[in-house]
């Protein structure tokens, strides 16, 4: 059966241990890397631009020997000049993986419902996976293990914050979320994040929610495709500003972390994200390190099949 990557808990907790065991191997050892994409194409679909996410991913399958086809939204014209069902029955005939950045996760949804090879989520508007395993696994780094960390993820309740949630509940991570009142997690995303396991809490008050923790985490206010709601955004998040205050609630030994790119004087001072206690370059290096255990395992497991 072909594993779908559109969030993170369509991965076992075996599977993400695996990624995260073979992500840091990989990392410590190049020499390591096996060839799993050797003489395969994967198709890296870009509704949305990006920095660290095209990076990562053209890296990760160019260390894997595959080659790595940018595709832009103009030469699909999903939902206008072709269905996406269309489009991931043409990239499949090509490509071993598809990997997409898109606006409206149903456009992934889509995409799996027909693909008979692995499709895996880069980005929608729900969710976002590879952060989540890049998360996890900086933390892994940074304390030794992830079991029994905490973290207080202070801000929007979006995409990154709901596979943050079954990052945390797959890997024994607690996770405290504060958000303003209206942009809270998703209650599906916390009930389903609990039925796996996972420990989630939800404070408002962000000190508080910072009170004692390994980590803080937070993201933009307005993400790309809420321009709109930058201002009102500024004012409902006015007390939701990771600064020395929050950090200072947080352990003495508490990392600072975000999934960039960075506002600083919104979401965080420059004091913390500068700071000799910001992991934020860790996170975005080891992007890279697991897509590409996350690309060798769906292939692998395709293989198997």
Known sequence: MTLNVLELDDLTAIQVASVLDNAAQWKRDPAGIPQALKGKGVALVFEKPSARTRLSSEMAVATLSGHPIYIRPEELGIGTRETAEDVARTLGSYCAIIAARVFDHAVLEQMSAVS???VINLLSDRSHPCQGLADVLTIRE???TVEGRRLAYIGDGNN????LAFAAALTGLELIVSSPPGYELDPEV???ARNLGGSITLIQDPIEAAQGVDAVYTDVWASMGEEAEAEERRVAF???QVDDRVMSAASKDAWFMHCLPAH???EVTASVIDGDRSAVWAQAANR???ARALFALVVTEAGAD
């Open 288 to 290: 890279m390190h697991t």
């Open 142 to 144: 940074l304390f030794g």
């Open 238 to 240: 006015a007390g939701w």
């Open 264 to 266: 600083r004087g919104e």
């Open 116 to 118: 008979n090879v692995p």
């Open 160 to 163: 990154v914050t709901a596979s």
């Open 190 to 192: 916390v009930e389903s």
